[in-house]
């Protein structure tokens, strides 16, 4: 049974809360063809394990496309019969932080996805850690990175039709509808 989905909808939540297996029902529901774009490095066997305990959960009627940095290249090359969930925004932010840590790094690279996405043919749902709900971290690095995750989620959800806020499992939604 296909669901109406937003064009763009964003899913935010805490660690574990969650949110990535919403994101995911959101996908299977609206019939559409589905991409996962991947954003994360694999940098140890916990991380690998994590990767493949989610591959399994998704099930095979999944394109995987790991993209860690350029996810504007892949959101075009996306058909308009498919939906691409984006998971997660918070990985994607640590790549181009680990490249370049100063607090605007992200600034042109979320340019080229926002250009893109009125182009994009598919659906998108992306995916966010909200980070900021917690203690003041200890370090610049770390304060730099929480800031700047802030203000991408903001940005993200300024620009999306639907975002939705998981917490313990339960979506609360805060912009659109589901």
Known sequence: MQKNLSKITFVLGGAASGKSIFAESLCVNSGLTR???ATSLIWDDEMRAKMEAHKIQR???????EEPRDIAKALLAAPASSVVLVDCLTMWLNNIMM??????SWRAPW???????ADC?????FVSN??????????????????AQGKL???VAARADTVVNVIAGLPQILKGAL
Do not use: C, K, M
């Open 153 to 155: 989620n903001q940005a």
């Open 99 to 104: 490249d370049d840590d100063s607090p605007d």
């Open 59 to 65: 099930g095979v009627d999944w394109q995987t496309i």
């Open 121 to 125: 043919a598919a659906h998108i749902v």
């Open 111 to 117: 340019a080229q996805v926002e250009t893109v996405l």
């Open 35 to 37: 991409i996962y774009l």
């Open 130 to 147: 909200e980070v900021g709900q917690g203690i003041v971290p200890e370090n610049a690095l770390s304060r730099r990175f929480r800031n």
